[in-house]
């Protein structure tokens, strides 16, 4: 019989935090790649161009002036409001998926 290993709740907090942001992120580049009329190939690299902004530039504000801006250029008029409650709902939706997968 293996062992048992004991973890921290702030243990499994901090291993699924990366995993919940690159969800949101990848749900907030789909959201906003389809306002913005993409489709297939254009769609997962604008998509992986949302993941990498979170990475390069972690944090909310960087993430939705990025995608505000890529919406503006695309001639797509969101206010930032908008944006973030899209944000806001994607990571709600990512944070729920972690909870049904093991």
């Given at each position: 019989m293996l062992p048992i290993q004991t973890?921290?709740?702030?243990?499994?907090?901090?291993?699924?935090?990366?995993?919940?942001n690159a969800r949101r992120d990848y749900i907030l580049g789909l959201w906003a790649g389809h306002k913005m009329g993409l489709h297939g190939d254009e769609l997962q690299l604008y998509v992986r161009d949302v993941l990498h902004t979170d990475r390069v530039t972690p944090g909310t504000d960087p993430m939705i002036n990025k995608v505000a801006q890529d919406l503006s250029n695309c001639g797509v008029a969101l206010a930032n409001s908008q944006i973030r409650v899209a944000f806001q709902n994607a990571e709600r939706t990512a944070r729920a998926?972690?909870?049904?997968?093991?």
């Amino acid at each position: 019989m293996l062992p048992i290993q004991t973890i921290e709740p702030q243990e499994i907090e901090a291993s699924t935090d990366g995993c919940v942001n690159a969800r949101r992120d990848y749900i907030l580049g789909l959201w906003a790649g389809h306002k913005m009329g993409l489709h297939g190939d254009e769609l997962q690299l604008y998509v992986r161009d949302v993941l990498h902004t979170d990475r390069v530039t972690p944090g909310t504000d960087p993430m939705i002036n990025k995608v505000a801006q890529d919406l503006s250029n695309c001639g797509v008029a969101l206010a930032n409001s908008q944006i973030r409650v899209a944000f806001q709902n994607a990571e709600r939706t990512a944070r729920a998926e972690m909870l049904v997968t093991d």
